[in-house]
Nanobody
Framework: QVQLVESGGGLVQAGGSLRLSCAAS????????MGWFRQAPGKGREFVAA????????YGANSREGRFTISRDNAKNTMYLQMNSLKPEDTAVYSC????????????????WGQGTQVTVSS
C-alpha cells in the first residue's frame, strides 16, 4: 500500500503561484510513477502531469504552456507541482496518484490516490 497526502492548495489571485506537494508513505516511493490530476466543479478528472521514478515527465494538454512544473524528491518521498501564472480556469481539486511502472495520463491506471487539495484562483 502507498499512502498519499497532498498539501499546498489554497486561494490565490490570478497571476499568482502555488506549489503543491504530495507526500508518500508505505512502499518504496522510487518504485512508483506519480501523477497529478485535477477536477473542476461539474467536470471530469483531467490529467495535469506525471513523472517517473527517474525524473522523466510529461504534461497534459492544458499544462504544456510552461506554467506548471512537476518534480519529485525520492529521498523525501515527495512529489511537487509548481504552478505559476495561475488562471481562474485552473481552479480545481488537485489530486496526486501513484502507479507501478511507467507514467500514464489515464487516471484509471493509477492504483493509489490522495484525498486532494483545493486550488482556487480568483480573477
Amino acid at each position: 500500500q502507498v499512502q498519499l497526502v497532498e498539501s499546498g492548495g489554497g486561494l490565490v489571485q490570478a497571476g499568482g503561484s502555488l506549489r503543491l506537494s504530495c507526500a508518500a508513505s508505505g512502499r518504496t516511493f522510487s518504485n512508483y510513477a506519480m501523477g497529478w490530476f485535477r477536477q473542476a466543479p461539474g467536470k471530469g478528472r483531467e490529467f495535469v502531469a506525471a513523472i517517473t521514478w527517474s525524473g522523466a515527465f510529461t504534461y497534459g494538454a492544458n499544462s504544456r504552456e510552461g506554467r506548471f512544473t512537476i518534480s519529485r524528491d525520492n529521498a523525501k518521498n515527495t512529489m511537487y507541482l509548481q504552478m505559476n501564472s495561475l488562471k481562474p480556469e485552473d481552479t480545481a481539486v488537485y489530486s496526486c496518484a501513484a502507479k507501478e511502472g511507467a507514467y500514464s495520463d489515464y487516471d484509471t491506471s493509477y492504483a493509489y490516490w490522495g484525498q486532494g487539495t483545493q486550488v482556487t484562483v480568483s480573477s
